[in-house]
């Protein structure tokens, strides 16, 4: 039997005894799988670093009726920089909770695959902020589930945006943009800067290989949070352990 071929990322890892791992392994081929590796743990044995978090290669696998045995890598890119920083840490473990949260066995992974790569990318090399990083990455992950607010159009009206209808709000409920001739007294009062609007349309329009490189002001990066979290909350009923970390903030 000859090993299968796969390109992937380690999405988690967890060791079993004193020798061996198993590790979720987010894969362009085979979506989502959990696969052996024995000796992982062993001093000297090439799979203890092929296994680790973040680890993105091919892998050798043994495709077995119920299960898959890792028996060799070629590790095009260990993320070394991410497990360097604290912070950068959490975050990239929070982005491999959503990948993992979001994909399933034999659905194909690969635009999960490239969005997480390319994500995990732009965290090591801190060209943008952590923050702005995992914010793009949720909308870019709405938008490949499918679920992704309107924000180029009213949700209420359903009229594009243009010269004649300006979006001014956003409401989580309808999922999208307000016009300013569909808002309501209350809904007036919360008045979106126009370039938290353009900031969230460029996210979507963007292909994903330019994306990690604009910046946004303090002010949009709240409003982007804010608008993000609740309605992640409301849409997303899952705890994510990862988040915790992140979200007490004083640990940075
Ligand atoms: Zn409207």
Redesign the pocket.
Known sequence: MTPEKITGIVLSSQNIGETDRRIVLLTRERGKISAFARGAVKPRNPLVSATRPFTYGEFFLYVGRDSYTVTGADVKNHFDGITKDLEVYYYASYLSEIADYNTRENLDGSEVLLLLYQSLRALEKKTIGNELVRYIYEWRMMALNGEVPNVFG?A??G?ASGDDVVLIHFNGNEHGM??D??ATGEERKHVLHRSTIYTLQYILATPLKELYSFRVTDEVLEEIRQITDDYLKKTRPHKFNSLEFIEMGTLF
């Open positions: 009213c209420r009206c009229k307000i016009c001739g569909c």
